[in-house]
Structure formats: structure tokens, C-alpha cells
């Protein structure tokens, strides 16, 4: 259904449909399957339930693309106050943050004076904060604030995409680096000129950095790789892979989004794998929520019947 998700990726960035689809009163309730709340404080009781499960989380507030240096500001103060939450309620979690959340478009050094607050406060709280890859026009610039951030901050990671054809190159750097590195497959709307246009060849891309990962020498290594998908092919694969392999599993940990695939979350946590889920809240939800309409048909259908019900 190629149609399908380039229609509702590109109504992720449309104001109009934006408009249109925010203030329709029912969709909120709607975007309560991927969205863990509006509020920290709902968005801890899902951390909660999860941690219950002996499920790990990485919390992201939602928001992208930020318009003034205002709202910049404003999205760096509610990550504080998020790491705040967390440690008063003494529930473990990670950090997920996009760069163009913290300013990036509109002037990278605020982004980065941001960024340096959030890992500040992270770091005194033992916190792991990853940064969102976002489309192809952002990718080098993200990893050059990443770099920078690295070389201050050892509590820094990086979400890499296995549809580009540059992340073969950028994912050897990262792991010669000893970097934390989130690989997942990519969720925008990208030209042939970057992205491999086929999702075989998506998926094998995929396979083929993980395994360049696992054949890199862990002990001397300190890298670490979070595979980030639901694809049961790739979960299985991982699976075989480093068992053969002995791969320690400490080396690596399963991801996926809060709302998608939570009996194949169980059934890793009960083989005794780690496995984090990426808790999104917040009231930016708009193109998160298209996003996920996009990876999966089957989507539109529970929006719409859930919607008239
Ligand atoms: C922890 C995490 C962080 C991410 N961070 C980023 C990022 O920074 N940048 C970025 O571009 N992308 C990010 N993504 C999204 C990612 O790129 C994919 O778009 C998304 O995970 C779907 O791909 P997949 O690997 O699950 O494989 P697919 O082949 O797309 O899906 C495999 C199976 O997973 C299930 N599934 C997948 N998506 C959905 C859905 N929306 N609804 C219901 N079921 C679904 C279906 O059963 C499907 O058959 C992230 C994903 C995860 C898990």
C-alpha cells in the first residue's frame, strides 16, 4: 500500500489537515492507542504499568519542527520537567528528543544549549537520552550536534535508519565510536536519491547493520544496539543470530512504540530479552500519530470505526 502511506505522510506536514484533524472533538480519544496521555502525570501511570511488566522505557514529549525560539524553550523546559516526574516517582526511563523540538532549524547553537541542559539533568539522574532521526534533510546535521554532544556527554544515543543508503557508512562510525545506537527503519516520506525505494530491500539493509553490529568485537567495543522494530522476521533473525553467535545480551536491547505489537513485547520480556517501549505524550501528537497511520493500513480502519462508534 505504497498510496496509502505517501498520502498520509504527506498529511503529516500539512497545516490544513493538521487543523482539520486536531479540532475534530473525537480523534483525541482515537490517538489514545499510540499516545501514553496529554500530561506527564498520565503519561507516568503508563510508565508505571509497564515497568510492572517488566517492560524498560524510553519517554518522548511530543513535538517536532517548532517555529520560534520561544517554543524551543518552552519543549527544552518540559523534557526538565519530565526528568523531574520521573525521578520524583522513582520509575527508570530513558529519553527520546527530537533535535527540531529543541530549535534546530531555526539556530543550532540554542539547539545544542538545550540539548546541553537536558543531558545535564539526565546525566545527574542516570538517564540515556536518544536523539530521533528525523527526514533525510535533517540526518547530517543531526549527527554533527550528536557528535558534538558525545565528545561532552557519554549519556547521549542516536537513532539511525536502515532506509537511507548513507547509514551503512554513518552506522560504522557510530559503532568504531562505542556509540548507543537505535536502529529502526525509517518513517518519512524520502526520494530513491537516498532512501532504498523497495521495503525488501529496507528489511535486509536492516539485517545487514545489525550483523555488522554483532560481528564487531564487543569486549573491546562498547557500543550498544537497540533494534527498534515490530518486524517479527527481524525479531526471530536477531534471535537466531546471537545465539549461534553467543552474542552477550547485554550488548543489545528490543524496541518498540507504545501501543503496537504489546503481546510480542511480553513474549520478549519472558524470554528474558530487554525490551523498551517508546511512551510518547503530549498535545503535539499530530504528525507522530499520521506516522503510524501510514506504517499500517490496518490503522485508518480501527480510526474510522472507532471514531463513528
Ligand atoms: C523505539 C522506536 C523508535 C523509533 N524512532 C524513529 C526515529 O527516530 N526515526 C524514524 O524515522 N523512525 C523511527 N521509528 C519508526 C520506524 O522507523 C518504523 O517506521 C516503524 O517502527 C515501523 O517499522 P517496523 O520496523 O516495525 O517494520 P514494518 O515492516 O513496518 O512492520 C512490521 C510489523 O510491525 C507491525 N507494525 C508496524 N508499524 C505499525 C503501526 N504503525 N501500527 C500497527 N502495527 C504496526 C505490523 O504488525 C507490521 O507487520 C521508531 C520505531 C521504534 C520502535
Redesign the pocket.
Known amino acids: 500500500m505504497p498510496l496509502m502511506r505517501d498520502l498520509f505522510l504527506a498529511m503529516s506536514t500539512n497545516a490544513l489537515m493538521r487543523r482539520l484533524i486536531v479540532g475534530f472533538p473525537l480523534t483525541r480519544r482515537v490517538t489514545r492507542r499510540?499516545v501514553a496521555g496529554e500530561t506527564i502525570d498520565e503519561a507516568i501511570q503508563v510508565v508505571k504499568q509497564l515497568r510492572t511488566q517488566g517492560i524498560d522505557v524510553?519517554f518522548d514529549q511530543l513535538g517536532e519542527s517548532v517555529t520560534n525560539e520561544t517554543e524551543a524553550r518552552a519543549a527544552k523546559d518540559g523534557y526538565l520537567r519530565a526528568l523531574d516526574a520521573i525521578a520524583a516517582n522513582q520509575v527508570a526511563c530513558q529519553m527520546?528528543v527530537?533535535l527540531t523540538q529543541m530549535g534546530l532549524d531555526l539556530n543550532a547553537d540554542l539547539c545544542l544549549a538545550n540539548m546541553r541542559e537536558i543531558l545535564t539533568r539526565a546525566q545527574q539522574a542516570g538517564t540515556l537520552v536518544?536523539?530521533?532521526?528525523?527526514?533525510s534533510a535533517h540526518t547530517q546535521v543531526t549527527l554533527n550536534v550528536f557528535k558534538t554532544l558525545r565528545e561532552e556527554f557519554d549519556n547521549v544515543g542516536i537513532?539511525l535508519?536502515s532506509?537511507l543508503y548513507r547509514s551503512e557508512e554513518d552506522f560504522r562510525a557510530l559503532i568504531a565510536l562505542g556509540a548507543n545506537v537505535?536502529l529502526?527503519?525509517?518513517?518519512?516520506k524520502e526520494p530513491a536519491t537516498v532512501a532504498f525505494p523497495a521495503?525488501k530491500d529496507?528489511?535486509a539493509n536492516?539485517i545487514k547493520l545489525a550483523q555488522l553490529f554483532f560481528d564487531s568485537n564487543g569486549s573491546a567495543n562498547r557500543a550498544y544496539l537497540?533494534l527498534?522494530?515490530?518486524?517479527?522476521k527481524?525479531i526471530a533473525w536477531t534471535k537466531e543470530y546471537v545465539t549461534a553467535h553467543q552474542v552477550d545480551r547485554k550488548r543489545f536491547e528490543f524496541?518498540?512504540?507504545y501501543?503496537?505489537?504489546s503481546d510480542l513485547q511480553k513474549k520478549i520480556v519472558a524470554e528474558g530479552y530487554t525490551m523498551?517501549?517508546?511512551v510518547p505524550c503530549g498535545t503535539h501528537w499530530y504528525p507522530y500519530f499520521m506516522?503510524?497511520?501510514?506504517?499500517?493500513p490496518?490503522?485508518v480502519i480501527f480510526l474510522i470505526s472507532n471514531l463513528f462508534r
Do not use: P, W
Not at 130 to 135: F, G, L, Q, S
Not at 184 to 188: E, P
Not at 228 to 232: G, I, L, V, Y
Open positions: 499510540f524510553t527520546s527530537k536518544t536523539i530521533d532521526m528525523e527526514d537513532v535508519q532506509y537505535r529502526c527503519k525509517g518513517a518519512y521495503k529496507v528489511d536492516y537497540d527498534a522494530t515490530h518486524d517479527e527481524i524496541q518498540m512504540l501501543g503496537i505489537r523498551r517501549v517508546y506516522r503510524r497511520l501510514a506504517e499500517r490496518a490503522n
